[in-house]
């Protein structure tokens, strides 16, 4: 059967590129890059320059990158460290109410050990404004914690101009950048960010690899202790084969953006344009500033499962923040948060692509979601009555 | 995640669509809560003559409401209203830990049509049926009063 | 040159098995194993049958294995966790004075909120005996972790009595069994731990993997906090490939266990032979409870490094836990702890096989190394003072 | 980790070994912090005429002892006990930052000989060389006071 893989937002596949500049580091020059013999500095070169290949690619040096063990693992770093390290400025967290729960299930759980959380609201476009985060911090607000990118809707954020509003109050900025490094264009010292949070299986690099920038002076506390690996500040033996994966599909990325951005925008376009004559469908997410491969929408009268296992019996992955497909009651906290109400929220659908896809694959989707939708409604009470109120 | 079965009725639902000489027709569920189920039923001499349904819900949302509709076909109201969740999620050879609620929501349509059946004879279904499962509230919260 | 790697103590070669294991996970069933269509499902697939995998390795059931970043994860999750779950009861913790940094440092830095560690100090063999532990056990006393098997000396310690003198006394008990894992026979409802951490690269598995084993029924809160993976215990897309890889590493170590065991201890011995006829040599560690690949010593009058440099001249990799090799100006904590004088610590070297070894390595590292210790001893003022104080 | 310069005069050192007729011998360091250097020297008409050491320690402990030796060689006292820490990591092309505290026991090697040859001959040498570096503490607790 004819696969479409159109869910690159929740994983990607390994590049060649990647796969090939990890392939070494498994069975060949295997060492522990932090011995010092022949097989251990073989293996240290490679960490090296994974790492300055990293720090290049968000336009800074290689010793403000850190290895993580990915994006979660980066975020909860970033904010359980800076609750730590400025505990005694104050207790107070910024952040939105569209973040992953990487960043938010972290801020509920300080919340339990006495630091407060502001969760941003957003407009309808999952957008927060200068002003909303200028009036949100306090005195005792430490850390503005606020995605570049959104991986539900896609939204892209201001992130230069919020962390400007942070820094004007002495107050640190992180990012999580997962969704936005190696699809958009930019730079740690532009946006001149405190911390931001990479992962590298969203840009074509493996699994269970990611880094946390830390600008240079920040005296981040671990979250994990041992060994002292990373400068002291991520101990575990390095995953060199990670590493080295991870940045040769970065670097990748960042070398073809402007080619792949023009492709996967256009792409997406047509997406969005084909799907938007379904009736009753909206584009979700902000319509301008959004990820090249992000086309995201809710379907009204239908469930968001039941579509992602209809499009599955037709070898089209995408994903769905309905409640089914979270295995929870409620939809995505992203679709509420844009002001969806509850029964539209459960309809929506993701189709994330990149530069992997192809015009086939935009034409077959477009010819496969649009009777799967009327399938669904036609099964449905809610699109019965609602084509009977008419009626009557 | 879903059995061969789930899938099977997921994507050949059986009796599906309305019942235009329907004597008896319940819903249960919210939309707000992600299911909604409608069940249609033609009774006859106390027994299910016909039965079609319309869902609107996930996988197994719509699987069970399938095999629920086959599971009371021809059977007697009393049989059908001894229908239980679990005899519907074994009959579809199990279903994921978060998915058991939807087989409760497929056990309650069956139930509020009965209840629908009995109150156009003007025969108050609760001491019968029990609840009648046609309140406002989402099934879930109404699960817990 | 010929390579001898004779520190798979530090980090071993991914095994052929392991690799071909890992391979389809990159480019082929990349999914994320939370999706529910058909490139998703392969990869969820795959991580159930790698949880197994390690679950029966470890003489245990899948739902009590969690996938971590590495054995460092594992043990700060472990300790962490337990201090903050038990907080209410106590915050009094027992360990030893040899375990890895990953959990003296963890443990240190519990102690600068208010945690108080016992370090328990271990006989010139490097062993702990019940009584020390059943006497340092208090009222407030909520977590024993006592590694399986030392990481430098390659003592094995007798968990299964341990724990069950915690367990008298109702403590919690984590092992750390990176070491041993793999490479001895080991149950964990035998040995009746509570938690215990896996790595995978010291098994031949890959780097940045590793596991945690949890008890049924011990709600051990988590130290990575997001989109719930891992039955909501370790969030964080999992590293499908690497759980593949260190399953299969880890299966075929199980499967081979005996004939290795018999094999490498059979080299490790020749090597304890052959060099401990170096005048002013010892053994380190317990010389039967011992791992099977571990060959340990500490040579008099010269230094560490010195003696790693050289052999890696001649294409042997090995470690010593010398200050200059660690980096600090003290040796080792662990060969400081079995009593050893800082001069004579200095001296140590860490030869570490397993069954990738072959009689020819270790005919040459018996062949090598006494010609470098004497040039190093006749390059050492130490060894100067030494000969003329016989010789007057 | 070592650059090439440094590898070359570990494994291939200068000028190592005993000085029969030395008049000049210091000792620094402390086997405790795991390196110890002995400089051995003949001063002839305040010329450094021949020098050697004995070193036990790391690898950076024994290149730059060897490096050492050869920039002194031949060189005046005054010359000599000019020798800094960094030109001589400058001459090994550098080392590693946790490695930067063995050059500084090069330096405070061939000032400790020399103290000693002043010593033998009635001098003083405090005044000339510092600190004569030959006290019992750790070289780098003695840094530290
Ligand atoms: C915006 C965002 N942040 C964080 C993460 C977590 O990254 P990982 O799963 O690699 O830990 C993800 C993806 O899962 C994400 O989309
Ligand atoms: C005994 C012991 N514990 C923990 C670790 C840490 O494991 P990892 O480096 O995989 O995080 C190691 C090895 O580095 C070890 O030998």
């Known amino acids: 059967m004819r696969i479409v893989y159109a869910d690159n937002a929740a994983t990607t596949s390994v590049s060649r590129t990647a796969l090939e500049a990890m392939l070494p580091y498994f069975t060949e020059h295997y060492g522990n890059p932090s011995t010092i013999y022949s097989v251990g500095r073989e293996a240290r070169r490679a960490l090296d320059t994974a790492r300055e290949k990293v720090a290049k690619a968000l336009g800074t040096e290689a010793k403000e990158i850190y290895f993580t063990g990915g994006g979660t693992e980066a975020d909860n770093w970033a904010i359980r460290g800076t609750a730590e390290l400025r505990q005694k400025k104050g207790k107070h967290i910024i952040t939105t109410a569209i973040e992953h729960h990487a960043v938010l299930h972290t801020c509920k759980d300080l919340e339990k050990h006495g630091y407060e959380v502001t969760y941003l609201p957003v407009d309808e476009y999952g957008r927060v404004t200068a002003d909303q985060l200028r009036g949100a911090i306090r005195e005792d607000t430490i850390l503005v914690s606020i995605m570049a990118a959104n991986n539900e809707i896609g939204t892209i954020l201001p992130i230069k101009e919020l962390c400007a509003i942070a820094h004007e109050k002495g107050v640190l900025f992180h990012t999580d950048a997962v969704q936005a490094v190696g699809h958009i264009p930019l730079d740690v010292k532009e946006l001149d960010v405190d911390m931001l949070s990479v992962s590298a299986h969203k840009f074509r690099g493996p699994k269970g690899i990611g880094a946390l920038y830390v600008r240079r002076g920040l005296s981040l506390p671990p979250l994990l202790t041992g060994g002292g690996q990373e400068s002291g500040r991520r101990s575990g033996t390095e995953n060199v084969a990670g590493a080295c994966g991870m940045a040769a599909a970065l670097e990748e990325s960042v070398e073809h953006m402007d080619e792949n951005v023009k492709k996967v925008s256009a792409m997406r376009d047509r997406l969005i344009e084909g799907l938007l004559k379904i009736p009753y469908s909206r584009l979700t997410g902000d319509p301008v500033n959004r990820l090249p491969g992000t086309a995201s929408f809710v379907f009204e009268f239908i469930e968001g499962e039941s579509m992602i296992l209809s499009l599955d019996a037709a070898g089209i992955c995408a994903s769905s923040g309905s409640a089914c497909s979270s295995g929870s009651l409620d939809p995505s906290h992203v679709l509420t948060a844009i002001g969806l109400p509850h029964e539209v929220a459960h309809g929506s659908l993701r189709l994330s692509i990149n530069e992997c896809n192809t015009e086939e694959d935009i034409d077959y989707i477009l010819q496969t979601l649009p009777p799967i939708i009327q399938r669904l409604r036609d099964m449905s009470p809610l699109w019965e009555d609602y084509i009977k109120k008419f009626k009557a | ?145």
Chains 1, 3 share one sequence.
Request: with cysteine; charged share 25%; hydrophobic share 35%.
């Open chain 2, 1 to 145: 995640m879903y059995s061969e079965k789930v899938l099977d009725h997921f994507y050949n639902p059986r009796n599906v669509g309305e019942l235009p000489d329907a004597n008896a027709i319940g819903t249960v569920g919210n939309p707000r809560c992600g299911d909604i189920m409608k069940i249609y039923m033609k009774i006859e001499d106390d027994i299910i003559k016909d039965i079609s349904f319309k869902t609107f819900g996930c996988g197994a949302a719509i699987a069970t409401s399938s095999m629920a509709t086959e599971l009371v076909k021809g059977k007697t109201i009393q049989e059908a209203l001894s229908l239980t969740n679990s005899a519907v999620t074994d009959a579809l050879d199990g279903l994921p830990p978060q998915k058991l609620h939807c087989s409760v929501l497929a056990e309650e349509g069956i139930k509020a049509a009965i209840g629908d059946y009995y109150r156009r004879q003007g025969i108050d279904p609760e001491p019968i049926v029990g609840c009648s499962f046609d309140c406002e509230a989402c099934h879930k919260e109404h699960h817990e009063h």
